[in-house]
DNA sequence: CTGTTAGCGCATTCAT
DNA sequence: ATGAATGCGCTAACAG
């Protein structure tokens, strides 16, 4: 059994609660007595009940994250960045995936409530909105990222995903692509939805008609990218260039095009979304629109933090903001000109444009 | 504020030591009183403090699980299952991420014994031996993975390493290859040490000298591959294969096979340690040592569990196992025989370009 | 400045 | 089978 204040107290020939007020540290004890208790909790290896202490305090020093998975880079990068930097105020991170499933993400939320977490940073599947809510009005404070829950207004921090969209797009209309496959995550998503809207703009920028078929919307799962890729090979005149929107199925995308030894970019253009660091070392090297994973994550912190604070209940943080972390392109050598028959020299240097 | 068991008890018209009992579904109380408390408590929405419970039982439900990062695929499968596994046993998982840096895992395991975790599952530095071994005969159910600290005699769940690491050289000596650079982890960590042990008893089986200058021995990082791989290439005679036996290393020796035009498996034959889903797909496909990531993870929850479930504190427990899970070698693309290489050095090497 | 007292929400022992 | 009472370890309000 680890010792208690009680322990404390008594090797300090004080009472509990003048032990309890030492280690708070905030001087409510005499300086002398103060530094004798530190001292002696120090020496006898004391370490405060987080149970007891969340108990009464009702805080539990505990911050949930919610993902879907943590293949996803920017998962990845997520996960360890709020971790770390929780982790420098004192805070445990509690992680969860998900699969991007509503049900699963349900239950999470339940068992992360009764574990009375005093923050939470989700990727929202975008359903369970009531439950959100619920959490949200009992004042736990909430800051979804990368995508949004519409049900329910929420502080959010999002990449700029109409933006980086259409970027990217852009990018594969100026080297002359017409016939552009885009694959993108589920329609119910807001990613999902932004990053489609974004493609469809460009199109309509240029006065290139969208063609449905050239449109691939399916979860994000590497299988969407087998089955989007796959159905665009196929096609009587398939697209030049494609353009995946969706992070995991880039894996299944790659692996068809490797399977099947499409050229690229000689065959077929690709652009990606979100980095992975092995798309620098692919052969060709990916290009890709980078969503700023670490950005969105350092941003969300400071959002949480603001807010896990203070004590004040009724204090004005209602004004619950989006927040947009900007995307941009990063050039490497899976895209050419469409009327190019050799690869550019330039091309093969990595260029760098903000899309912010 | 959430309600309480006493309001349960209130709207049920029972004593809370009733409504307590009822709800825990150990049958200690009235057939009829235990549904109706049940029902009441469900339509109230109630969900019991974790907090108190756990004040009570000396048991939280927290299990912590201690990586070095989660860009090594091996350790974002293992937080996956670990969680997913756990999960379904009511158990939630706190995962930290120590960056294989000994002063973070030290302060982690502070924080998790604070949080009177009732399990940990971690892959050790190696360090902070003390610290694990006071944790342990606390009584907390402990299981290393992948690697075991060696100050104590913790249970722990290993790849066959050495294994692993002897089965690689033998294929890659099978192909003719006699100059064998290995990149392997520090020689501080278990498998660091294993792997170097499988190579160099490869080695001497086939009655090949063991050459001090092939051997690179580094931290898990992938600068650690890109400094070894140009040390390799930098040398009078070249070695004609890789064992790159350091997972992280992997991706700055492809990073610098790239830089420099190597081409794969014609110049230089490659084996890698751990599977990442890329590799797969990269060309050539990157054959490797599968360190069986899944299976660790299983094995590991499993024996865990073992522990997690009884009450018994005296429980023959003792029989502290290690365990290991076997290694495969998995053959696709990256390595070729010797003899049908190019023996084209020089011509290459004008063409090295360094990439700072 | 310090000690005494009272809970936080729950599980459990002791009565009934 | 149920209710009353106790305490897990800690913080905070109340006295002194």
Redesign the interface.
């Given at each position: 059994m680890?010792l208690t204040l009680r322990d404390v107290a008594q090797a300090a020939r004080v009472s509990i609660s003048t032990a309890s007020r030492a280690l708070s540290g905030k001087g409510l004890a005499n300086r002398k007595t103060e530094q004798r208790v530190k001292r002696i909790a120090d020496e006898l290896g004391y370490?405060?009940?987080?149970?007891?202490r969340?108990?009464k305090t009702r805080s539990?020093?505990?911050v949930g994250l919610v993902l879907h998975?943590?293949?996803n880079?920017s998962f990845?990068v997520v996960?360890?960045i709020v971790?770390?930097r929780l982790?420098e105020e004192g805070y445990?991170?509690?992680?969860?995936?998900t699969g991007d499933d509503p049900e699963q993400e349900s239950r999470?939320l339940?068992?992360?409530?009764?574990?009375?977490i005093d923050g939470l940073i989700i990727v929202p599947t975008g359903k369970n909105g009531d439950q959100l809510a619920r959490l949200d009005s009992?004042g736990l404070p909430i800051v979804c990222v990368v995508r949004r829950n519409e049900a329910v207004e929420l502080e959010a921090v999002l990449a700029a995903d109409p933006e980086g969209a259409h970027v990217g797009t852009s990018y594969l209309l100026d080297l002359g692509h017409r016939r552009i496959g885009l694959i993108v995550g589920r329609e119910e998503t807001t990613s999902g939805r932004e990053r489609l809207s974004g493609y469809l703009r460009a199109l309509r920028e240029r006065g290139v008609g969208v063609e449905k078929d050239l449109v691939y919307s399916g979860a994000y799962h590497?299988e969407t990218g087998v089955t989007a890729s796959r159905k665009f090979l196929d096609m009587e005149s398939p697209p030049t260039a494609l353009f995946v929107a969706n992070h995991e199925a880039s894996?299944g995308v790659?692996?068809v095009l490797?399977e099947r030894n499409v050229s690229i970019p000689d065959e077929l253009s690709i652009l990606c979304y979100e980095d992975?660091?092995?798309f620098?070392?692919?052969?060709p090297a990916i290009s890709i629109i980078d969503n700023g994973a670490a950005n969105i994550a350092n941003l969300a912190v400071d959002r949480l933090m603001r807010r896990l604070g203070d004590e004040s209940e009724n204090s004005n943080h209602d004004e619950r903001g989006e927040f947009r972390v900007g995307a941009r392109l990063i050039i490497r050598e899976s895209c050419r000109p469409i009327s190019a028959r050799k690869p550019d020299e330039s091309a093969r240097k990595a260029e760098i444009m903000d899309a912010g």
């Open positions: 680890s370490r405060p009940n987080t149970l007891a969340g108990l539990s020093r505990l998975n943590l293949m880079a990845g996960a360890e971790q770390k982790g445990q991170v509690i992680l969860c995936v999470t339940v068992t992360l409530a009764d574990h009375r009992s590497p894996l790659l692996r490797s992975l660091p092995w620098r070392w692919h052969r």
